[in-house]
């Protein structure tokens, strides 16, 4: 299994300000995910980021707005842009597993829980 | 467009009560079906999963689910709960790794 952390774990930011999230796997992993579970809500994936491309982004978010890096196979940051109260969510990142678990089986970090003021 | 649907948001069962969770997909292709469980306080973890072949999928913790591919479903089940098996409960799709909205379940000691 893979150990995945996040920075911060928690953040309270002001409207028009941006945050960028961390994202540490403990092993190399070829894809990254990024996720947004809003309050009461399911997982919504935002982006795939892939070590040395650009990351693919889902119907309803642009990378203008959700910037991301990926500088390796261990980390990916995702950076939330000019802020609005409806932004706050939890920020979830995870990865796919691979070897006799089988490939697609994802792992998920703790989360960032954000609130905009 | 592709999306799961679990139809039970808060389920509230009593120890050793039966829990059958549901969850339908829209997608008519070939699918990988997930069931996740987040406890309080911790991360989402597999509880089980289906890709191919027997269509009654056995996970963790005595936890199984079904595929039935005429009804476009992927039930989840435990014969007897535990009060430890308070969590929320997330189906999911692979394709575009699509989840459901959750079932948030309450078993009373």
């Known amino acids: 299994s893979a150990v995945i952390s996040q920075k911060p774990s928690r953040d309270i930011c002001q409207r028009g300000t941006s945050l960028t999230i961390q994202c540490q796997v403990d092993?190399?992993?070829?894809?990254m995910f990024w996720y947004r579970q809003q309050p009461g809500q399911s997982l919504t994936l935002i982006a795939t980021?892939?070590?040395?491309?650009?990351?693919?982004?889902e119907s309803g978010f642009v990378i203008d707005k959700f910037p991301i890096s990926r500088p390796n196979l261990t980390f990916s940051t995702l950076t939330v842009s000019n802020m609005s109260p409806e932004d706050s969510s939890i920020y979830l990142c995870?990865?796919?597993?691979?070897?006799?678990?089988?490939?697609?089986?994802?792992?998920f970090g703790p989360g960032t829980r954000l609130t905009v003021t | 467009a592709q999306s799961v649907s679990q139809h039970n948001h808060h389920v509230i069962l009593s120890e050793a009560a039966s829990l059958e969770l549901g969850c339908n997909y829209s997608?008519?292709?070939?699918?990988?079906l997930f069931w996740y469980v987040q406890y309080p306080g911790q991360h989402l973890q597999l509880l089980l999963k289906?890709?191919?072949?027997?269509?009654l999928v056995k996970g963790i913790k005595g936890f199984e689910a079904e595929f039935i591919k005429s009804k476009f479903s992927f039930n989840l089940r435990k014969p007897s709960v535990q009060w430890s098996d308070t969590a929320e409960y997330f189906c999911a799709v692979l394709y575009k790794y699509i989840f459901g909205t959750g079932t948030r379940l309450k078993v009373l000691a």
């Open positions: 092993s190399q992993v070829t894809m």
């Open positions: 289906y890709f191919s072949g027997d269509p």
């Open positions: 997608y008519g292709g070939t699918v990988n």
């Open positions: 980021a892939n070590q040395g491309s650009e990351a693919t982004y």
């Open positions: 995870s990865v796919e597993g691979g070897g006799k678990r089988g490939p697609y089986e994802q792992y």
